[in-house]
């Protein structure tokens, strides 16, 4: 009789209460945590874009005070740090690594992913840049 008065632990219903209770938890954790990480992405994703937006009007608006005429800059100096960023191309967080998702391409048409690399288009004749994924709603930054 006293061996049993000093047992000490869990019986097998407690432990199967806790085992539910952990996957109700679980359950109502996952579809969160899954928001709150493409949340981010476009977070990271606008702040990228609204960075090289930024570094293309300014170096339009430098040309047209410097030179008399605002030009749009060229795809290639773009990528040139200290032409029109002071930094390095952001990185598409849409875009996989292999895809080279800090680097720009051509673009004619937001939403049109061109070729199958590079993480941003640029259209040089209107200024334009967009992300060069098929995203849904990026269309409309």
Partial sequence: MRSRLNQR???LIELVIIIIILGILAAVAIPKY???STEAKEAAARSALGSIRSGVIIYYANQAVQTGTATW???DSLA???VVMEQAIPK???QADANAPDSIVTGVTKGVI???RGGW?????TGEVWLNTN???ENNW
Avoid: H, K, R, W
């Fill in 73 to 75: 800059p060229a795809l």
């Fill in 9 to 11: 632990g869990f019986t």
């Fill in 92 to 94: 598409n967080p849409y």
């Fill in 114 to 116: 061109v070729g199958s």
């Fill in 34 to 36: 899954q928001d709150l």
């Fill in 135 to 137: 995203t849904v709603g």
């Fill in 121 to 125: 288009a640029y259209n040089a004749s």
């Fill in 80 to 82: 040139t740090i200290g």
